[in-house]
């Protein structure tokens, strides 16, 4: 029997193929640390990332060291001039962003989709003024998570019988059907 074949074979009798935490980290680690500035706002680092499963939501967490750095517009762009005064100070702490999966048939990659931010505490800011670093968060997360895959599957006849990816403690399983 062809390798190909073996494993597509073997996918077919198992009905599933399994994704590890470590993997997932392996292809989107290097996309760390990620910065941007936004207008005159300001700029946002994320770095370190951390991976968990969520199964009870098939979802994945990712916790991130976030630093921020208030820009010079800050205050004319969030309505409240006070936030003027922050302008070039610096500022760190962690986001925690949740991520449901999607699968592309075109390129056949698994990716995470739709990230949103459950956490963000950024060191001396109330929740009031962190708001708009969530924004920001929010605004990036895609552009981060939804453009790079965490998994390909290979060009064979398993890849066209996906049939459902299931988040587990340890990583995702793909189902084949």
């Known amino acids: 029997m062809l390798p190909g074949c073996g494993t597509v074979a073997d996918l077919v009798l198992r009905n599933q193929f399994f994704i590890p935490t470590s993997h997932i980290l392996a292809k989107l ?13 300001g700029q946002m680092s994320l ?21 921020m750095t208030a820009g010079s517009q800050i205050g004319q762009l969030s309505g409240i001039s006070v936030l003027g005064n922050l302008a070039g100070l610096t500022t760190g702490g962690t986001c925690q962003l949740a991520c449901g999966l999607r699968y592309d048939p075109t390129t056949r990659g ?9 956490e963000l505490d950024i ?22 998570l939804d453009k790079h895959p965490i998994h390909t599957l290979e ?17 995702i399983a793909l189902k084949f059907g």
């Open 123 to 144: 060191h001396n800011f109330s929740s009031a003024l962190s708001e708009p670093f969530r924004q920001v968060v929010n605004l990036f997360g895609p552009q981060i």
């Open 29 to 41: 680690g290097p996309l760390f640390p990620f910065s941007r500035s936004y207008q005159s706002a």
């Open 155 to 171: 060009p064979s006849l398993a890849s066209r019988f996906l049939g459902g990816m299931e988040v587990q403690p340890t990583g």
């Open 47 to 67: 770095s370190n990332p951390v991976f968990s499963m969520v199964p009870e939501q098939n979802k994945v967490r990712l916790g991130l060291t976030a630093a």
């Open 110 to 118: 698994i990716f995470l989709k739709e990230p949103v931010v459950e």
